[in-house]
C-alpha cells in the first residue's frame, strides 16, 4: 500500500497556525457551509483537522475527501473573527490549495492547462485582454446573444455575468485634485471593477476628493491578487503583488484606498504573502500598513453629512472579507446613518457569506446557490427596497439572487448611495 502523501516545498501550511487550535466550537456557528450541513468537516475545526492529518501524512493530500473540503471552503474568515485563539485559518486553507494544485499539476491535460493559464495567468495578469473580453459579453449583453449560453453550458455563468458598463474606468495616471488637499489617495481600480463597476470608482473619486484627498489612479497598477491565491495559486498572486506595491511606491501617494472588500483584505496581507521573501518582506509589509477600505478613509475623514438625502428603507449586506478579514463594520454603518432620510433595517445574518466568495459561485455552483437562498430570504425579511454592500463580488451575487425571486431590490455600493445624496452621482 502506498503511503499517503503530505505537503512538500513552498507555501505549507503552517503547523505553529493549525496546533493553535483547541477545537472550542466557536468558529462552527459562523462557518456558512456548516451552518448549511451540520458536519463536522465541514466547519474550520474539521478541516484544520485535515489539514494536520495530511502534514502528518495520516491522510493523502490528494485524497476525495480532503480536497472536497480545503474546495468547499469559502475562505470567509468568519471563523478568524471569533477565534479565541486566534487561528489564522486563512493562511491554511490558502497554502493547502495551493499544496493540493501543485500536485495536481503532473496530471492535468494540457488543454487544462490552457485554460487555467488563460483564466489566471492571463486574464488578471494583462487587464487589457480582460476590457477587450469584456466588449465581448458587453456586446452580446446588449444583443442578447447570451441567452444562446445555456446551449453551451455557460447557462449559469452567464446569469452571473455582470452587467458590463457602458463605459469603463481604465486608470491612466489620472489625477484629481482637491481644493485643499490633506493628502493624496492611489485608488485601486482593481480588474473586473473596472468594466463593471466604473459608477462605483467615479462615486469613490468624487467623495474623496470631497473629503479633501487628491486622486491619483496609476495606469502600472494591476489585479489585487486575490483570486489566484484562493484559487491555489500564491505565485501568481505574489507576481500580481509585486505590480501594485511598486505602483504605489512610485506614486507618491499617503494612502492605498480599495473600494471592494476582497481586493482590501488582499492588499492588507501581502505582508504575510511575502512574509519569506528576503527581497519584498519589508516593502510588502509597509505597502500594506498604508492600504484601507475607502469607508474607513471617509468615515476618519471631516466629511459633512449631504444636505439633499435619500428617504429609502436600506439594508446591509456585510462583506467577508471586509467584516471578517479587516474586522471594519462600523464605518459602513455610520456613512450611511449620515444620509438624511435614510433608514436603515438590519439584516438577519448580515455577516454570512451570500455564496460570492471570488469565483466560489462558479466552481461550486451548488452551495453557492443555497447560500445565496439563505441571503436572499434575510433580505426579503427587513423589508428594504435596496441592499447596501461595499464589495462587486457580493453586489453580483446578491443581484443575481434577486432577479431570480423576481424581487425589484436594488443592490448599490455604500459610495453610490452616499455620492447620490450630496446630488453628485
Known amino acids: ?16 497556525i493549525f496546533n493553535q487550535c483547541i477545537r472550542c466550537g466557536f468558529c462552527l456557528p459562523t462557518c456558512p457551509t456548516y451552518l448549511e450541513t451540520f458536519t463536522e468537516t465541514s466547519g474550520p475545526r ?17 485524497s476525495a475527501g480532503f480536497v472536497e473540503q480545503m474546495e468547499q471552503c469559502l475562505d470567509c474568515r468568519a471563523c478568524e473573527a471569533v477565534c479565541p485563539s486566534g487561528v489564522r485559518y486563512g493562511q491554511l486553507v490558502e ?4 499544496q493540493i494544485q501543485k500536485a495536481r499539476e503532473p496530471d492535468l491535460t494540457p488543454a487544462a492547462r490552457r485554460m487555467r493559464a488563460l483564466l489566471l495567468g492571463t486574464l488578471f495578469r494583462r487587464l487589457d485582454v480582460l476590457r477587450g473580453l469584456a466588449s465581448l459579453v458587453r456586446f452580446a449583453q446588449r444583443t442578447h446573444l447570451t441567452a444562446l449560453a445555456g446551449a453551451f453550458g455557460l447557462g449559469e455563468a452567464a446569469k452571473l455575468a455582470p452587467r458590463i458598463d457602458d463605459r ?5 495616471d489620472q489625477r ?17 471593477a473596472q468594466v463593471a463597476f466604473a459608477r462605483v470608482h467615479e462615486a469613490s473619486v468624487r467623495l474623496l476628493v470631497r473629503a479633501g484627498l487628491s486622486v491619483v489612479v496609476p495606469s502600472d497598477q494591476g ?26 511606491e512610485r506614486s507618491g501617494a499617503d494612502v492605498y484606498v480599495v473600494n471592494a472588500a476582497g481586493c482590501g483584505s488582499a ?52 462583506p467577508c472579507h471586509l467584516a471578517h478579514a479587516q474586522r471594519v463594520t462600523a464605518a459602513p454603518r455610520r456613512l450611511l446613518a449620515k444620509i438624511p432620510g435614510l433608514r436603515l433595517l438590519e439584516m438577519s445574518e448580515s455577516s454570512v457569506c451570500c455564496g460570492s466568495a471570488g ?47 423576481g424581487s425589484d431590490v436594488r443592490v448599490a455600493h455604500v459610495v453610490e448611495l452616499l455620492d447620490e445624496a450630496y446630488g453628485t452621482g
Open 1 to 16: 500500500m502506498t503511503a499517503p502523501t503530505g505537503f512538500t516545498g513552498e507555501d505549507q501550511p503552517d503547523a505553529s
Open 46 to 62: 474539521g478541516r484544520i483537522s485535515l489539514i494536520k492529518s495530511v502534514a502528518e501524512e495520516r491522510i493523502d493530500l490528494l
Open 95 to 98: 497554502t493547502a490549495r495551493t
Open 168 to 172: 469603463f474606468f481604465v486608470p491612466r
Open 176 to 192: 484629481y485634485p482637491a481644493e485643499k488637499p490633506a493628502g493624496v489617495a492611489f485608488l485601486h481600480a482593481g480588474c473586473v
Open 223 to 248: 489585479c489585487c491578487g486575490a483570486i489566484a491565491v484562493h484559487a491555489g495559486d500564491m505565485p501568481l498572486g505574489r507576481d500580481l503583488a509585486k505590480r501594485n506595491i511598486a505602483a504605489f
Open 267 to 318: 492588499l492588507k496581507e501581502y505582508g504575510e504573502l511575502f512574509a519569506h521573501d528576503p527581497q519584498w518582506a519589508e516593502r510588502a509589509r509597509k505597502f500594506s500598513q498604508r492600504v484601507r477600505d475607502i469607508t474607513e478613509v471617509l468615515d476618519a475623514m471631516d466629511l459633512a453629512p449631504p444636505k439633499r438625502g435619500i428617504v429609502v428603507d436600506v439594508t446591509y449586506q456585510e
Open 359 to 405: 469565483i466560489y459561485n462558479l466552481t461550486q455552483p451548488a452551495m453557492a446557490a443555497r447560500l445565496q437562498r439563505r441571503k436572499i430570504e434575510n433580505v426579503a425579511r427587513t423589508g428594504a427596497t435596496i441592499v447596501a454592500t461595499a464589495n462587486p463580488g457580493c453586489a453580483l451575487q446578491v443581484s443575481a439572487g434577486l432577479r431570480a425571486a
